[in-house]
């Protein structure tokens, strides 16, 4: 199970991230890539701490869709947590900037701290998940543009 603190992984999404552009066409959804960034960088800041302004009740119970989300294959589409929704267009070169700086921050906190974020769907979440959960939801989103 890939983790965004393992450096392989940690190099690999920062340089796809870097090769993203402006321009870069999805192949699902409909965030257009600024939008995506946001949306991953708000996801980040979630894991750092930022509590999410909306708790609606999750679909399943926390260790169910914790098992879904990180042992199966994400459909394209997936429901997304309204605090995540990208409704507005957002600066593709502030949102990257933002991104690499999450990223680095992200992996700079040691993956046994006890001071991780709250998950709004997930509940309380180690280190661990976190980065489990980072590296596979920033995968997910690069390969929706082909980064």
């Known amino acids: 199970m890939p983790l965004l603190h393992d450096p392989a992984v940690h190099t690999s999404i920062r340089a796809r991230l870097e090769r993203l552009t402006p321009n870069a066409t999805r192949q699902w959804g409909k965030m257009s890539v600024d939008q995506m960034l946001w949306h991953c960088n708000e996801v980040l800041e979630n894991s750092l701490g930022k509590p999410p302004s909306v708790s609606p009740r999750p679909p399943l119970p926390h260790p169910i869709l914790k098992f879904f989300l990180f042992n199966l294959p994400w459909p394209h589409g997936a429901p997304t947590h309204p605090d995540f929704v990208a409704g507005e267009r957002h600066s593709f070169d502030d949102e990257r900037r933002r991104a690499l700086a999450l990223v680095d921050r992200f992996t700079s ?13 997930l509940g309380k979440m180690t280190g661990r998940e976190w980065s489990r959960l980072q590296a596979k939801h920033l995968d997910h989103h690069l390969r929706q543009f082909n980064a």
Request: aromatic share 8%.
């Open 109 to 121: 906190r040691p993956i046994g701290a006890t001071e991780w974020g709250v998950s709004g769907a």
